[in-house]
């Protein structure tokens, strides 16, 4: 199925407006393995006749990385023009991909001008199968499947969104195996804080290695996230103990596509 | 003669208690201004639960229930403190025990039980530490001044108690040759094992020894205090009721850069305009406790070094040198340095010395996944991460430095949009892409 997409710029210049702001992110613009989350989150708008847009050349990181690593002019920058942009084009509601574009977006926007109703895309997908827009297919993909949840800090911790995520898993007909830090107790990827973007100072292991051995200790055939960065990490995590054969990491979105046989 | 000593006491240690207060609000006072004031329904509820209820302490239930047995002696035996200022000043014995009768007996029995408890909470609580030697009580942080202040307060807690039973004990056994027993849950048994068969006299100077070592050790409490993370104890509710209660993602603004961004980003600015002499700070971000926030401050002397923070943080677990406690004692022991330093030289006096140098390395806020572990972990809402990112805002936008990596990620981000180098154009490129 090939996926529908239009930009803001388009819409306006068609005299349309959409429901929604799809906030694509950096990481789900150009990073490979999340332009796959990107898609499959597409598809589920599409499938669901959801009227979004995206913002494409128009996008600018939200300045996150920036803030976290001190910047603030840097960020400010980012913000100030983002929110130019996203007041020019009249934006009441946006969904993003990214925990961290979510946080930046929902909490650190509005002192600076830009208030916005802002969800993460679990929160969506939660929203249009309870409202009946989005079915689940009978297709028995995730039957007898163990899935375990890692909560990236940014959604979880940064944000109290804990439950959407796994309400959506449980929806999967497969069991969701907590792993021992998890919820308001979760470990961190490691990525967080501008990390993502630097060598780890000196220590005696990586923080992601550590938090794929939580991960591989539940003998979870699925380790599911809500962040594109998470996502790096237990990809590379899963990687390192060699396990790609057993333990797939997919993100939610990826989940409910395959399960909608999107 | 004794009321007069008694009445001395009593002065002096509140006296010295209340100069070492004033200390502490100076020091806090040297912190930036902050508001939190609003929201106040929201704050009376937090401090309710966290401090008073301790809600976050029972996510690890074993240390919480030990805590919270030497936590409800201490508050109730409060009570039994206005009765021994009352005989203390008017000499009386036990003021309150023949107009309260019954209640009496209850009232100083539940304090009894309650006191036992808290003594054996006390001997796990120095087990644990010194025997047991789990990992977040033993950490080079800790090492030197900090165990022995640990082990102080729990030695303090055990002659308290000792002192009690000592008195009540001494006294149930006295009372009883006059035929008239005080019947308190613990010492009715205790005190006859103890000192059953001694002389009156001799029961008299035990009960006198009870009684003053008691209020003795309860003066030396409580004046050591100013100096202990034992502070908790009092610090813990306005700690809680001045807690962040934004979302824990949410950094916070600096206005101060807002002007000078939107200045930037203005084509009509004036760019020789003299800058608005009110609005700048003297610096960005934090390189001595003068920069952080009074709110900062106070968490600093919150703080009772549990290490739930350390044993949560993932920089930590992994090996790396940050540990969000030390970052809590550093500002602490920076902060009553650089106060009593100016207490001395004069408010504008400058030691030459910088929390972030000369107590906190660079290596240790790098380590930082700004993940909020360790403020979620707190049980009384210590945010040290607001700290590491103001001392890393210092290092970036004031010091420049920053590790390389971040550099080619930020000036990615000022010329194309992007953390990586990608442009614009290729934005939309995954929507054609199989």
């Not at chain 1, 998890?182 to 470990?187: E, I, P, R």
């Not at chain 2, 550093?330 to 001395?344: F, I």
């Not at chain 2, 809402?381 to 390389?404: A, Y």
Request: charged share 20%.
């Amino acid at each position: 199925m090939s996926i529908q997409v239009r930009t803001m710029a388009d819409m306006m210049a068609s005299g349309e407006s959409p429901d929604i702001l799809f906030w694509v992110g950096c990481a789900g613009s150009f990073d490979d393995r999340a332009k796959k989350i990107t898609k499959a989150l597409v598809k589920i708008l599409n499938h669901c006749k959801v009227n979004f847009a995206v913002l494409g050349a128009e996008e600018s990181c939200t300045g996150d990385p920036a803030k976290r690593a001190g910047n603030e002019f840097t960020f400010q920058m980012q913000a100030l023009m983002n929110i130019e942009l996203l007041n020019g084009y009249e934006v009441k509601k946006i969904v993003t991909a990214c925990p961290h574009c979510f946080n930046t977006l929902k909490n650190e926007y509005p002192e600076l001008g830009g208030t916005y109703e802002v969800i993460h895309h679990t929160q969506l997908i939660q929203d249009l199968i309870n409202t009946g827009k989005l079915t689940l297919a009978d297709n028995g993909t995730f039957k007898g499947k163990k899935i375990t949840f890692h909560d990236p800090c940014y959604l979880g911790r940064a944000n109290d969104v804990y439950e959407a995520p796994r309400e959506l898993i449980v929806k999967l007909d497969a069991a969701l195996v907590e792993m021992k830090r998890c919820k308001t107790n979760g470990l961190c990827c490691g990525a967080g804080g501008a990390q993502m973007f630097k060598e780890a100072e000196k220590g005696n292991k990586e923080i992601n290695i550590e938090r794929t051995e939580d991960a591989i200790e539940t003998s979870a055939n699925i380790i599911a996230t809500g962040c594109p960065f998470c996502n790096t990490m237990m990809t590379d995590g899963v990687k390192h103990f060699e396990k790609e054969e057993d333990v797939k990491v997919m993100d939610i979105a990826e989940l409910i596509a395959n399960a909608a046989d999107l | 003669m004794q009321q007069l000593i008694f009445g001395v006491l009593t002065l002096s240690s509140f006296g010295f208690f209340a100069f070492n207060l004033r200390k502490i609000a100076q020091n806090i006072h040297m912190g930036l201004p902050l508001d939190r004031t609003d929201r106040k329904a929201d704050r009376w509820r937090t401090m309710l639960l966290v401090a008073l209820g301790q809600k976050k302490m029972f996510t690890r239930p074993i240390p919480a229930l030990l805590h919270l047995t030497i936590y409800a002696s201490f508050v109730i035996t409060q009570i039994e403190l206005i009765e021994i200022l009352v005989d203390g000043i008017s000499g009386s014995h036990r003021f309150f025990q023949d107009s309260l009768g019954g209640f009496y007996t209850f009232m100083i029995s539940f304090i009894e039980v309650l006191s036992v408890l808290a003594f054996i909470g006390t001997v796990a609580f120095l087990a644990r530490r010194n025997m047991l030697k789990l990992p977040r009580l033993n950490m080079k942080e800790l090492a030197g001044w900090p165990t022995q202040d640990a082990n102080l307060i729990l030695v303090f807690e055990l002659i308290l108690i000792s002192f009690i039973f000592t008195m009540n004990g001494a006294d149930e056994v006295l009372q009883g040759y006059a035929g008239n027993s005080n019947g308190f849950a613990i010492s009715s048994w205790l005190g006859p094992i103890l000192f059953e068969g001694k002389s009156a006299h001799t029961l008299h100077v035990l009960e006198q020894i009870g009684w003053w070592g008691h209020i003795i050790m309860v003066y030396t409490f409580m004046n050591y205090l100013p100096y202990s993370k034992h502070l908790h104890i009092f610090m813990a509710f306005p700690n809680t009721y001045f807690s962040k209660l934004e979302p824990k993602g949410q950094f916070t603004n600096m206005a101060s850069v807002t002007a000078e961004v939107k200045l930037m980003l203005d084509p009509n600015a004036d760019p020789y305009a003299a800058p608005a002499t009110d609005a700048a700070p003297s610096r960005f971000g934090a390189k001595d406790v003068t920069d952080l926030t009074w709110k900062n401050l106070m968490d600093a002397y919150s703080c009772t070094e549990c290490g739930r923070c350390t044993s949560a943080c993932p920089a930590n677990t992994t090996g790396k040198l940050l540990s969000p406690r030390k970052i809590m004692m550093d500002t602490r022991d920076r902060m009553v340095e650089l106060g009593d330093y100016k207490r001395k030289n004069g408010s504008d006096a400058e030691d030459g010395k910088s929390l972030l140098g000369n107590y906190i390395t660079e290596e240790e806020l790098w380590a930082c996944t700004s993940c909020n572990a360790c403020v979620q972990e707190c049980p009384v809402n210590i945010d040290p991460l607001s700290i590491i990112i103001d001392l890393r805002r210092f290092l970036v936008m004031e010091e420049s430095k920053v590790p390389t990596e971040l550099t080619g990620m930020l000036t990615n981000i000022e010329n194309n949009g992007a953390p990586w180098q990608f442009a614009p154009t290729e934005r939309m490129n995954w929507a054609n892409e199989e």
